[in-house]
Every structure is written in structure tokens, then in C-alpha cells.
């Protein structure tokens, strides 16, 4: 019962997920006017959004219009529903499943949004960083312990980030703010491990990228999705592979 009604949670947000990625890009309101066909601007019906089923039972085309949906829409609700999923299935109904689900969805409309325009919405970041600080406050008063790290975390991603961005000139500013909230929800072992796996992942992203020549070399490559996969990477299983690595060592 509670794995149906996680999975159903995860497809409903996936679904709002979809309207902030669509609309935060166009500076359009998340909330007004209501769902709608981007080509004939006609107004969803409740059934046209039930997430998933309705992309099915439509045929992957608009019921008014016909214009073609993009398969990207389900799959994101899948997606999100997939990691709230995992994040119960590991943790459990405490406050951590509640902040990393937050920042599951969090990550999806920022790499989703920089993977589409090259470009990080201050918007999104500084909601990103409230939430976190709030939940350093309430983790603080509930455990009395874990707020220098998530605060050393944060202002670690900032630091790496911003070094490599102030030397390169080769990632936006915006990486920085992705980095830094990403600190802040995971810590400081947390952000080292995801910014360590972004930059391997983004290295190999950027080789496959230039050898298949689907960019040229000077043209810029979101480095904001890669942070993303490494943070949502070190969120679920940061503590197994510190300890493998560990063990290897010793």
C-alpha cells in the first residue's frame, strides 16, 4: 500500500515537474493559465493529465489537435516516481526520505532546464537553497547535530565549483549555485563524492559528444545534468561506494 501510494505521489509531481520545465525557461507562471496543448493552446481536461496513462490511452497525441507529445513528458513522471520510490524502498518514512524526494525533483527541473537552454534559473536555485537551509534548521533542532557539515558542504560545492569555473572558463556561474545547494543537502562527504562523479561523468559525456561530432568543440555542453546525476548518485548510494573504495584501499 505505501509503495503504491509513494509511486503515485512521484507521478503526480513528475507531472508538475513537466509544467516547470516547460514554463520556468519562457518565464511563464507555474501556476496560471492552466495545463494546456503548446500548439493549439486548448485547455487539458483532468483526464488528459492523469500522468503516464493518459499519454497511453491518447496515443502519445494531443486529443484536440493531434500534435505529437513528446515521449520525454512520461518519462520524466516515471522518473521521478522511480527515485521516490528507491529513496522509500532505503530509507524509510523518516525526515531524509521526505528531503532527498525534495531534492530528487529539485535536480530533475534543474538539469532538465540546463540540459535544454544552457542556462540555470536563479529561481530554481535559490528555492533549492531555502529548502535546504530549512531543513538544516529542522534536522538541528530534532538531532542536535549535522549543521556544520551540510553548511561546510554547501560552501564546498561553491568552492570547487567556483575555482573551476573562475580557471576554466568553461562551466556557467549557474553550476556554482547547483553545486552549492547540492552541498547543502548532502554534506560535505555528500557533495565531494557527487562532484567527483559529475566531473568523471562529464568528461566522458563531453568525449562521446566531440568523437560523434554532434558538437563543436568551442560550443558549450551543460555540465548542470552531470552534477545532478552525481549528486542524485551520491544520495542514494554515497555510503556504499565510500565504503568500497575504502575497503579497496586498506
Known amino acids: 500500500m505505501d509503495y503504491g501510494l509513494i509511486t503515485v505521489l512521484g507521478l503526480v509531481i513528475g507531472s508538475f515537474l513537466n509544467v516547470c520545465i516547460y514554463r520556468i525557461p519562457v518565464e511563464e ?71 532527498y524526494c525534495i531534492l530528487a525533483s529539485l535536480l530533475i527541473v534543474i538539469g532538465m532546464i540546463d540540459y535544454d537552454t544552457q542556462f540555470v534559473f536563479t529561481s530554481t536555485t535559490i528555492l533549492g537553497g531555502i529548502i535546504a537551509v530549512t531543513f538544516i534548521i529542522i534536522q538541528a533542532i530534532i538531532y542536535k547535530s549535522g549543521t556544520i557539515d551540510f553548511i561546510s558542504g554547501g560552501a564546498i560545492g561553491f568552492g570547487i565549483i567556483g575555482l573551476i569555473v573562475f580557471l576554466t572558463k568553461g562551466m556557467g556561474e549557474g553550476d556554482i549555485e547547483i553545486a552549492t545547494v547540492c552541498g547543502l543537502f548532502l554534506g560535505v562527504k555528500g557533495i565531494l563524492l557527487g562532484l567527483f562523479l559529475a566531473i568523471i561523468l562529464g568528461g566522458i559525456v563531453g568525449i562521446i559528444i566531440l568523437a560523434l561530432k554532434l558538437k563543436k568543440a568551442k560550443e558549450k555542453i551543460a555540465f548542470g545534468p552531470c552534477i545532478a546525476i552525481g549528486s542524485l548518485i551520491s544520495m542514494l548510494w554515497g555510503v556504499e561506494i565510500l565504503k568500497l573504495y575504502w575497503n579497496l584501499l586498506v
Request: proline letters at 7%; aromatic letters at 12%; hydrophobic letters at 45%.
Open 29 to 99: 507562471s507555474i501556476a496560471f493559465p492552466p495545463s494546456h496543448c503548446g500548439k493549439c493552446q486548448h485547455n487539458l481536461s483532468p483526464v488528459d493529465l492523469v500522468p503516464v496513462f493518459s499519454y497511453i490511452f491518447l496515443g502519445g497525441r494531443c486529443k484536440y489537435c493531434k500534435e505529437k507529445i513528446s515521449l520525454r513528458y512520461p518519462l520524466i513522471e516515471i522518473l521521478n516516481a522511480l527515485l521516490y520510490l528507491i529513496i522509500y524502498l532505503k530509507f524509510g518514512l523518516v525526515l531524509i526520505t521526505l528531503k
